[in-house]
């Protein structure tokens, strides 16, 4: 690039500029322009930056220059093939380090291990302060073999006494990623003691205690890196977690804190601060700290998060809105599509229920609890063909699915048919929950439709009081039985707490006699 800008310049300044142009200046004039629009082209990663090299080479085709970049176009477009024709620039002249080092890379695309490890060694004594290049060679030495890596490092480390922290560092982090821990740490510290003031060993020492459990170990190298300011939200949260661990739950906070000051982002700082804000009863600000997350956009379950904390604050519509925004966000989310479809049922709004529900079991059809919803759902619009096909299935899957048999015992004598089925399925649910309240009740609404009206309320007379003020339709049920029994006095309380609930007891209230 530098030599084309000169070339403009001196024409800028040569006699007679803006008279035309000769042939060989026209020519220069297309190369420089040309040049300049791959060079463009390769700035904004756009895909024709290899076609536009290409076009620039036709006009100079010995470009030593434009053929390494041609090269290295096509390793980051991941095309190494389409390098192949230019390789020859390395047999061009004299070679820099950058020759060699795109040279390296090549071989090393390649898996041509011995020709990328001459490359990038090339490469290191022309420039041996590279540390780019240090890293390249100390891969493709580690790809070979680590012993035979170390070997090559240390010899490395004895003619470049100013690289030997840095090769240090890359020796722990080489028997690091071997698992070979007590060598990452020996050779850390050797770092460490040449260059204190270096963060890259002591981070280094630092994930090696992580690994191995030595939690507070790594959090005494990460607050020395905090004292000598190289901090990160990396690795002040990962010093929160400790605290965490260590259950000091004010430290922990005021260390995900920092990380979320460094970066606003940090996906760890916004679980953990959503948590605690959560445990305080803080759900605007946990929603908040959600909200931040780097990964808020793709993170279903965050989405789902922040839709119980709005059901929390008593915000259902808000709530309801977050879970239909993302069903169409993650599309195919299994429990994105679950607890949206829940929530359309709170919301009375069944027939799109069922279609979630529908479309979620298509995928999923061994999800025995969102069939079960699916089969309330179907209840609730009245389409007793299909609910009984969906129980059918949830009990053929699992004879032992309590809700499902007391559900279908329930709607039949809801529908009052087939009222010995009715009876053998909660028959067969209070086996397994005899003391379930719901059951209990179910037992005794079928008593009532078999005209045993006793016997029902001897059933409903065993649930507490607690539970049946809390639920407006056994409140009914009770009602129903009293006023079958010619109990009226009796009766007129449940009808009376039923009767702005369900239609069914304000009918049965109006037949009451009149009081005294």
């Given at each position: ?18 008279l035309s142009?000769n ?11 040309q ?77 041509n ?6 490359a990038?060694?090339k490469a ?41 922290p ?24 050797k ?9 890259n ?31 990160n ?7 929160a ?15 995900f ?11 760890p ?23 931040d ?36 966000k ?7 599509a ?29 999800y ?12 609730s ?54 003391d ?8 005794a ?31 009914y ?19 009376q ?20």
């Open positions: 690039m530098k030599h084309f800008l000169v070339f403009v310049f001196c024409l800028a300044v040569l006699p007679g500029w803006g142009l042939a060989q200046s026209k020519q220069e004039a297309r190369l420089f322009n040049f300049l629009k791959a060079v463009y082209t390769q700035r904004a990663d756009s895909p024709k930056a290899f076609a536009e090299l290409e076009k620039a080479l036709q006009l100079t085709p010995d470009s030593k220059y434009l053929k390494r970049m041609l090269v290295s176009q096509a390793l980051t477009d991941n095309t190494p093939e389409k390098a192949e024709p230019y390789l020859n620039f390395i047999e061009q002249g004299e070679n820099d380090a950058e020759d060699w080092l795109v040279y390296g890379a090549y071989q090393l695309k390649k898996n291990l011995p020709e990328a490890e001459k990038y060694q290191l004594e022309l420039d041996t302060d590279n540390i780019r290049v240090l890293y390249q060679y100390v891969l493709v030495l580690s790809l070979m073999n680590v012993d035979k890596a170390v070997d090559k490092l240390l010899v490395l480390a004895e003619e470049y006494p100013d690289l030997a840095s090769i240090y560092t890359e020796i722990g982090s080489l028997y690091y990623d071997n698992r070979r821990m007590d060598k990452a740490v020996a050779y850390f510290d770092a460490i003691r040449l260059a204190p003031d270096d963060p060993p002591r981070l280094g020492k630092g994930e090696v205690y992580e690994k191995t459990s030595q939690y507070f170990l790594m959090l005494h190298e990460f607050e020395e890196l905090e004292k000598m300011g190289y901090a939200a990396g690795t002040l949260s990962r010093m977690s400790v605290y965490l661990m260590a259950n000091d739950l004010p430290k922990a906070e005021a260390y804190l920092k990380a979320k000051a460094d970066d606003n982002g940090d996906v700082s916004a679980y953990f601060l959503a948590l605690l804000a959560e445990q305080r009863g803080d759900f605007p600000r946990a929603i908040g700290y959600l909200k997350s780097a990964d808020y956009n793709r993170s279903a379950s965050k989405w789902l998060q922040v839709s119980f904390y709005l059901q929390r604050l008593n915000q259902p519509e808000e709530s309801l809105k977050t879970l239909a925004e993302a069903y169409k993650f599309d195919g989310n299994v429990e994105i679950y607890f949206y479809a829940l929530a359309l049922n709170d919301h009375q709004a069944y027939k799109k229920a069922a279609q979630v529900f529908k479309k979620l079991l298509e995928t999923n059809p061994s025995e609890e969102a069939r079960l919803q699916y089969a309330f759902t179907l209840d619009l009245k389409k007793y063909r299909e609910l009984d096909a969906q129980l059918e299935i949830l009990l053929e899957q699992n004879p032992k699915n309590a809700p499902a048999l007391n559900l279908y015992a329930y709607s039949l004598a809801e529908r009052n048919i087939r009222l010995a089925d009715a009876q053998e399925y909660i028959a067969r649910a209070l086996a397994l929950y005899p379930e309240n719901a059951f209990i009740d179910t037992q609404w079928i008593y009532f439709k078999q005209g045993k009206y006793q016997q029902a309320a001897d059933m409903l007379s065993a649930l507490s009081a607690e539970f049946v003020q809390s639920d407006a339709e056994i409140s049920h009770l009602g129903a039985v009293f006023f079958a029994l010619g109990d009226y006095e009796t009766a007129r309380p449940y009808l707490s039923a009767r702005q609930t369900i239609k069914a007891a304000a009918k049965l209230y109006d037949k009451l006699p009149k009081q005294k």
